[in-house]
Nanobody, 128 residues
Framework: VQLQASGGGLVQAGDSLKLTCVVS?????????????VAWFRQGPGSDREFVGG????????WYSDDVRGRFACSRDNARNTVFLQMNSLKPEDTAVYLC?????????????????WGKGTLVTVSS
């Protein structure tokens, strides 16, 4: 399974940005993308990787960190093997590299070691 995040950029505080994570794999005919939960993490300069939010395979349940709940929203389109992170009311402290990760489980956890597959990140910079 491979993941590729995109959509980052430079925005001002209060702006919105939508990140995309494309999930691909050679075995989806046997294990569809809907069997994978996908989470978003972020890592700021000199900081540990931090859980942001996640969505289960069917798309019916989401999880968020306290820092982003009410501002960020996860969604997915399994027909396009794509997961989204809509980020609203961005703050300078949201500046980080954002990464998506996947695990073949119906549950999203906030621990990095729960996830088996990681994509390269996309940089989000929020200016004040």
């Amino acid at each position: 399974v491979q993941l590729q995040a995109s959509g980052g950029g430079l925005v001002q505080a209060g702006d919105s940005l939508k990140l995309t994570c494309v999930v691909s794999g050679s075995d989806f005919s046997r294990w569809p993308v809907s069997t994978y939960s996908v989470a978003w993490f972020r890592q700021g300069p000199g900081s540990d990787r931090e859980f942001v939010g996640g969505i289960n395979g069917a798309g019916g349940r989401t999880w968020y960190s306290d820092d982003v709940r009410g501002r960020f929203a996860c969604s997915r389109d399994n027909a396009r093997n794509t997961v989204f992170l809509q980020m609203n009311s961005l703050k300078p402290e949201d500046t980080a590299v954002y990464l998506c990760a996947a695990v073949q489980s119906p549950v999203v956890l906030n621990h990095t070691n729960w996830y088996d597959y990681w994509g390269k990140g996309t940089l989000v910079t929020v200016s004040s």
